[in-house]
């Protein structure tokens, strides 16, 4: 019996999920969020708009798939960056920092989806175990830069518990610094500055050297304080 399904090439029988995430790619790529519904998924796959329903039950559910691999394709970029810093001697914070930079302008659609305010299933538990992988590498390299012991939890502890954390101004300080650059690149609030000579290859650069310096100065001399409790405010 033939298993594929549609014109275009369609899906072989089983890879149906793998097909719409294919799509889905492809249409983040090309026409970016504003641009993805999940019948458009459906006819680049091939398949009719109502079959995809069985893996992902809707758009809902399509998008949260993307964005658990947007996470763990982030944690991935970022332990490979630790593992390569860690070989030549260089820097780990500003290593996971450049991952996390090249990720977002390699695949600005997956990214905007992961950090974007479309809806997600927060209850989701592979969404939950990405995000949470993410930020713990996150926190365990700013934490290291500050000379702290690490927990051996902290790949799966959640964001909530770090509400009084000694370490969480600098641990948001990198985080904003990095994701506010990278979001201000892919998003072309920079684009006057690319327009320059040596255009996006010369702010990344910037990045990567005079930026990061500030960022790792920063971080490497901020004493170590508690957090004011919120409610013992107003």
């Known amino acids: 019996m033939d298993t594929k399904v549609g014109k275009r090439g369609g899906y072989h029988h089983g ?13 983040l790529a090309e026409k970016g969020v504003g641009g993805f519904t999940l019948r458009e ?19 809902v559910g399509l998008l949260t798939a993307i964005a658990t691999l947007g996470f763990d394709d982030l944690s991935e970029s ?8 860690r070989a030549a001697g260089g820097d780990r914070l500003a290593a996971i ?63 909530s518990s770090y509400g009084g954390d000694a370490d969480l101004a600098e641990i948001l300080f990198v985080w904003s610094i990095t994701h506010g650059f990278s979001t201000m690149l892919i998003d072309g609030q920079l684009a006057p500055l690319e327009m320059q000579p040596g255009g996006r290859e010369r702010l990344i650069a910037l990045y990567s050297g005079r930026l990061m310096e500030m960022l790792l100065a920063a971080v490497r001399t ?3 304080k508690p957090l004011a409790n919120p409610a013992s405010h107003g």
């Open 41 to 59: 998924c459906a006819r680049r796959a091939g398949v009719s708009p109502a079959a995809p329903a069985h893996h992902f039950g809707n758009l």
């Open 97 to 159: 920092c450049e991952a996390y930079l090249t990720v977002a302008l390699t695949r600005p659609g997956r990214f905007r989806v992961v950090f974007g305010r479309l809806g997600l299933k927060s209850g989701d538990d592979d969404l939950r175990r990405a995000a949470v992988r993410a930020f713990g590498i996150l926190v365990r390299e700013t934490k290291l830069a500050l000379g702290r012991e690490i927990d051996g939890d902290i790949l799966t502890r959640l964001p």
């Open 78 to 85: 970022m332990e490979a960056a630790v593992a390569k810093a």
């Open 15 to 27: 890879d149906l999920r793998q097909a719409m995430i294919d799509a889905a790619e492809a249409v």
């Open 222 to 224: 901020s004493p170590a």
